[in-house]
């Protein structure tokens, strides 16, 4: 089973950048597509962005304004997302997920979350 660990959260000021990973626990990682979400309090979890197997077709939400980049290195068991002009409004617990087909039924692995506070 897939586990997934997020890291490179914290504290960083408006204008800040910051790059999140997500790490797998298998080297199966490479077959699933990645994406992150955030939650942040008292609000929905919401789609931040994906990538696809073998790196192709990355998704954003279109609130993001091209300030977030995603990207993938399989050979590490890795995908990130690198955060340019954090606003306050980022404040959220980010979340990674990978989603894939095993045995012929799709499933989803969540991490555990890493939290990301955007503040002067």
């Known amino acids: 089973q897939l586990q997934l660990v997020e890291s490179g959260g914290g504290l960083v000021q408006p204008g800040g950048s910051l790059r999140l990973s997500c790490t797998g626990s298998t080297s199966a990682f490479y077959q699933y597509v990645v994406s992150w979400y955030r939650q942040a309090p008292g609000r929905e979890r919401e789609f931040v962005a994906s990538?696809?197997?073998?790196?192709?077709?990355?998704n954003y939400a279109d609130s993001l304004q091209g300030r977030f980049i995603m990207s993938r290195d399989d050979a590490r068991n890795t995908a990130d997302l690198q955060m340019n002009a954090l606003k306050p409004e980022d404040t959220a617990v980010y979340y990674c997920k990978a989603g894939g087909f095993e045995n012929d039924r799709y499933v989803d692995y969540w991490g555990q979350g890493t939290q990301v506070t955007v503040s002067s």
């Open positions: 990538i696809g197997t073998g790196g192709a077709g990355t």
